[in-house]
């Protein structure tokens, strides 16, 4: 819809009632998560059930938490509930945030030899003084779950099998579960980070689409934005995105979240701003958030299967 006649929209709902207001609200789909990642668990489920039946043991996952940052601690207790709801074995090791790098080596290189151990997450941000880059790769790939060891991120970029990072992989399942195909398309990405960003553009790229990579010394962030039919947005900057950036008839993934003064969870993209302009945007919270978690579980039960496979030498 032309930015004029939306504009008139406005000013018409709020001075004549809401008849039209509904119509142009229910032209932006929501991309709601929760019942995609549903059916990724219900899999998972009937998946550990087997592998319960076969080798006597459910699959375990270990979480390994430095020091006490708040959103990890929540994220790492959701993790938690959602792995025990399914009847995954998880715990959560907790050093402190001054424990030495050579500590958390230790500790990882422990977790690597524990055969009873078949995924393992560090949980960023990691306390200052740690580079994360040499973090994650002290953890055997193949207990991996997180999918950031440079040989997972190596091979995804070359189009190979790998374990997929949680995040872009969800997003992936996201479009293709509401009938959004890549190939073809131009994808515009807001981030760079090697969580999101990058792998985000090896799995569109692999998909087929035209990628557009921005970043923060992008140069007139809005004309590549406005270029995208698919715009994945991991910027971690709140209501970074407005009318001014997209296309019209797009599809907007916001992967940014953030609680605001009032206790608001918001994501990097100001939706109400582009509602009526965009036919699918995903909803902060309750969009990406529940894929994340779901594709964790879903890369813990194959680093279990993998590797008794691998021990079976079947
Ligand atoms: N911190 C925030 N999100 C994530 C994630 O997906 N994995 C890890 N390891 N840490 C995080």
Partial sequence: MPRLELAAL?????????????????????????????????????????????????PRLTVVLVGE????????????????SLGMEQETMTLPANASPTLVQETIQ????????????IQRPLPKGFSEEDVLQWIDPAKDVDAFHPVHAGRLFLGLPAFRPCTPAGIMMLLDHYGINPAGRVATIVGRSSIVGKPMASLLLNANATVIQCHRQTKNLAQHTREAQILIVAAGHAGLIDESHVRQGSTVIDVGIHRTADGKIVGDVARDRIEGLVQY????????????????MKNTMDAAELRMTQLSGS
């Fill in 10 to 58: 406005f000013e018409y709902s709020s001075s004549e009632g809401c008849h039209l207001c509904l119509e142009w609200s229910e032209m932006t789909k929501l991309l709601y998560g929760k019942p995609v990642a549903d059916q990724v668990l219900n899999q998972v489920r009937a998946r550990i059930l087997s592998f319960v039946g076969q080798h006597y043991r459910p």
């Fill in 69 to 84: 940052d708040p959103a990890s601690i929540i994220y790492t207790r959701r993790k938690r509930d959602v792995a025990l």
């Fill in 110 to 121: 422990s977790l690597n030899e524990n055969p009873h151990i078949d995924g393992i997450l």
């Fill in 281 to 296: 945007i995903s909803p902060v919270p309750g969009g990406v958030g529940p894929m994340t978690i779901a594709f964790l």
